[in-house]
DNA sequence: GTGTTATCTGAACGATCGTTCATTTCAATC
DNA sequence: GATTGAAATGAACGATCGTTCAGATAACAC
């Protein structure tokens, strides 16, 4: 009657099992509900049922809860510095900040939901994670510091306090995860201009 | 031996116990307990703790957990809009923006635990509680909208999208709260001050 | 086909969760 | 000082949590 992993009853390896599937997909359906419904507020079993799997099955996965929240937000953090590691980066300051705008908007918005794990997860973090993960949160802050600090002595900025003006940028860019949907009326490009625009304008000398 | 409030065995009603004390005391509990560790992480028990008294005693001041998350942000978001309601506006657009930043800033830092629930915990509010607060946070949004529409059609400011300039104003503003300590090196007046230079020129025309 | 390994099930564990309630004591009134 | 209502305790409820594990079955190597 059943041919593949549709089973009625099934009482141990499932057909079409593999773990180069189920590993994957237990990464993606906890990045997707963690995102939605907030780390503490989703059980395992919703994990396991998004997965189509029971949820023991899930500790050949990962050590534990905590855990697989830390991998998902080393991986998310060290995917973004790697990804603007390898960017472009235009000519001098301005281009620097243009080119580090358009990216964090772009990389932002292709990963709504790591985006929103990495930022609102933090508190949620065991000591010993925590520690590990903040740092590279920070190293990525310090890339934007270090173009407005070259912006500011070059004279191409004018920014009394670039250390305030770096979170500032920084939250304001990243805000448009909040707001963002790919069936509105603007485009990526076109909101990543717009941002642009005012980011180029709020550092301007 | 005991005088007041540390009896050693009590088995019912405290020394020294009264709602207008109690009752106070538990929000101020739940909102320094939920801003630090998530709504959902957050026991009745924890709670409990932190005014001083057993469990059972907090349902004499709220219907449930959800109604006492419902409750806190929706008397946050009424004072928010209270408040800026009774600001002082400046000379037209340009005015009002700067009293509208001014005012953000000094609000928001005055209430850090407030604002980080507001803003975080959206998302474990049950559906009935949600819209209402929702539209309330809509409500805000729209003074601001308010005011850089007006700029634009006056030609004071420059704005492509007054939607899009909207969310990334607020999103920078209210990102102050994510690092400024008062033991910090920025008084929170200079911090308006730098933040309204920001505001001022990415609006600029 | 046989044997080995990888993968999942089903059931269970103790802990802890939000919530309720009968009971007890304190505060307030007269 | 007796009475009444307010306020809190302590214990308990069923539900659900993260995690473990023995046993069962599929995938794979030979």
Redesign the pocket.
Known sequence: MND?SD?T??????????????GPRLREAAQRLFARHGYAS?????I?AEV??????????IP???GLLADLMRAHLEELLAAWAAEPRGEGPLGALEAFTRFHIRFHLERPDAVFIAYMELRNLAPENFAGIEALRKRYETELEDILRAGQAAGVFDLPDTKLATLAVIAMLTGVTTWYRDAGRLSRERVAGLYWDMVRKAVAA
Chains 1, 2 share one sequence.
Do not use: C, F, W
């Open positions: 593949r089973n009853d099934p009482m141990a390896r499932t057909s079409g099992s593999h773990s180069e599937i189920t989703v059980t395992m079993r919703q396991a189509g799997v029971q949820v023991g099955a899930l500790y050949n996965y534990d809860k905590q």
